[in-house]
């Protein structure tokens, strides 16, 4: 029997003025996924959201703009064995310069033309994509 692990992440449904929705590829990676990162010990959801979009995104935010969404759990998409817990927020960015940094190689603006092209990690596809495409039928 294979034992489970299990990652405790903190991860931004980050949208634009226009709707798009921003993921982000690692390094060695094929998959799409939201910004964020694992929780370190001691730190909040929040604060471990708030210092991964620092360090992958160069992106300071302030700690009242992020909402929170829920918690997901599913499959690690990079990771064998393991699962992610998932504490999600939504901000909605203005339109600034990101930089890619530490384990991130690439990000990429989904819009609702393209989201069907991109392979996207089980968390953004299972929580986050039905929230957004929701979003995007109410508008």
């Known amino acids: 029997m294979h034992t489970t692990k299990t990652i405790f992440l903190a991860s931004a449904m ?10 982000v590829r690692k390094k060695g990676s094929i998959y799409y996924m939201m910004a964020g990162g694992k929780i370190e010990q001691g730190e909040t959801p929040l604060e471990a959201l708030i210092r991964e ?10 700690p009242s703009i992020p909402t929170y969404l829920g918690v997901h759990q599913t499959q690690a998409v990079n990771e064998v064995n393991t699962r992610v817990h998932a504490t999600i ?13 530490a384990e991130l190689e ?13 392979p996207l990690a089980h968390l953004l596809e299972e929580f986050t994509l039905p ?6 039928k109410s508008q």
């Open 131 to 136: 929230l957004w495409l929701k979003n995007k």
């Open 53 to 62: 979009l620092n360090e992958e995104l160069n992106l300071t935010i302030d």
């Open 89 to 101: 927020f939504h901000l909605s960015l203005p339109e600034v310069p990101l930089v890619v940094q």
């Open 14 to 23: 980050i949208t634009n003025a226009n709707g798009a929705l921003l993921t």
């Open 106 to 118: 690439e990000l990429k603006w989904l819009t609702y033309d393209n989201y069907q092209q991109v």
